[in-house]
């Protein structure tokens, strides 16, 4: 029951992305493209990007803020505790002592501003807007990434799928022989040795099956974490290996232009927030212009503070011009260091467009070693295939040893599990290439 309930969730979620995925008993069978689409709209690190280009669009929207006017109310209360007292001399020789103020002072009113000329600021807008777009490339990055570990771990999972269907057949073909044998000793047809033989030829393939049981559960563990499902979900791929052989050679010649790498798109966009963070430094040797009013309301009374209220309004208006002179010479240094900065961003720049096409080099060499390897395997599991067949038969009519039986199937077992390695090879190759050139096709997977 429980986990009906659980699979009845799973297909909630799924539904919510717009797929169709089957069911199969207790299990959720998921394609690759499945795969991709629910991991980027359900994955974590994906709606943290998200909500990080959102996060800087109000950083924006705050800095723009600071040219707008400010307003600010205010109210003040003094109880003079002694009164000020100054000195006059009077025209006889004499001084005299007079107090100044009342017990109670009241002051309230606005106070408005508002920057007119502020260079600094306008190009610190320009940083905000870079900032979105640099937030925005790492979202697209995190989903290329995201597809590129989808891809990687689908295709390992169906490696570790087929390689174990093959163990398995090859299992059961050797116990198969042991039961033979088991028999034919009995009835004093075979020797004990080949009986021994036939059982240890079951048991050394066990712990392979084991071996590749447990890798199967720690894939799927993997899938489902990338995709953001409950880890208690019985998934399983849709697919197989064979199913993406088809298309390998359909591919035409591949655009190797890294103008959509995610590393150089960032690189040019630090580069240039890098560029307006200098006109930042230059403009703070620019003078700023900013206007002010205010109007006021005061109030002083001698006695009870809440009696005797005498206030009188007063307005102004006024410009304040502030002209950067000299401040210790840490606007030059900062220039200084912003001008470094830039130059560095050249050589960085350089260095990763080089590392970047060796990589799509060693890549472009992985696909295409690989699909002469699939082209050289299928051979050889044909040969294989054909030789354990030519070997069953002698074995039936006792021209072959069972030996020689046991190296033809094991031949043919190591032929097949080549074969369906170098398609995994390829795969991963193509989708590594993929992820180099930043080509995923990530608004196809998506249902915004």
């Not at 080089?354 to 050289?376: A, G, P, T, W």
């Not at 033809?408 to 989708?431: G, H, K, P, V, W």
Request: aromatic content about 8%.
């Amino acid at each position: 029951m429980y986990n009906k309930l659980l699979l009845l969730f799973a297909l909630m979620s799924v539904a919510v992305t717009g797929l169709r995925a089957q069911t199969v008993g207790n299990d959720l069978l998921l394609s690759l493209d499945e795969c991709i689409r629910i991991a980027l709209n359900e994955n974590p690190t994906i709606k943290v990007a998200e909500m990080e280009i959102e996060r800087v669009d109000y950083s924006k929207k705050e800095t723009r803020g600071q040219l707008l006017p400010e307003v600010n109310f205010s109210g003040q209360y003094t109880r003079n505790l002694a009164l000020q007292t100054i000195y006059m001399d009077a025209g006889d020789g004499e001084t005299r002592a007079i107090k100044m103020g009342r017990d109670n002072t009241y002051m309230t009113g606005f106070s408005a501003s508002i920057p007119l000329v502020v260079p600094q600021l306008w190009r610190t807008l320009k940083l905000s807007d870079n900032q979105i777009l640099q937030n925005m490339e790492k979202a697209r990055a995190s989903k290329i990434d995201l597809v590129n570990q989808v891809k990687n771990a689908y295709y390992s999972l169906l490696l570790a799928n087929d390689s174990k269907r093959v163990i398995e057949e090859n299992h059961e073909t050797a116990k198969l022989n042991a039961d033979i044998f088991a028999k034919k000793y009995e009835l004093g047809a075979a020797s004990e040795y080949d009986m021994l033989r036939a059982n240890v030829a079951v048991t050394n393939l066990e712990p392979s099956i084991l071996e590749a049981e447990n890798s199967i559960n720690q894939l799927k563990l993997q899938l489902k974490l990338l995709m953001g499902m409950d880890a208690r979900l019985n998934i399983e791929p849709s697919q197989t290996l064979d199913d993406f052989k088809g298309s390998m050679y359909e591919h035409a010649l591949v655009d190797t232009s890294l103008v959509n790498n995610t590393a150089m798109k960032s690189l040019d966009l630090q580069t240039d927030y890098l560029k307006k963070a200098l006109d930042v430094q230059k403009a703070s040797w620019f003078p700023t212009l900013a206007g002010n009013a205010s109007l006021m309301w005061n109030s002083m009374s001698n006695g009870n503070p809440f009696k005797n209220f005498m206030w009188s309004k007063s307005a102004s208006v006024g410009l304040s011009l502030s002209i950067p002179l000299f401040q210790g010479g840490r606007r030059y240094y900062k220039q200084k260091q912003a001008e470094i900065a830039v130059r560095e961003m050249k050589w960085q720049r350089e260095n990763l467009e080089r590392s970047l096409h060796v990589q799509v080099q060693n890549e472009l060499d992985n696909i295409s070693k690989s699909l002469k390897q699939i082209e050289s395997n299928e051979g050889g599991v044909r040969q294989a295939t054909k030789a354990n067949e030519i070997m069953q038969q002698s074995f039936k009519i006792g021209s072959g040893t069972f030996i020689q039986l046991r190296d033809t199937e094991d031949a043919l077992m190591s032929a097949r599990l080549a074969y369906y390695q170098a398609i995994y090879n390829f795969l991963i190759a193509e989708s590594n290439l993929e992820h180099v050139l930043g080509n995923a096709p990530i608004n196809q997977y998506t249902s915004k």
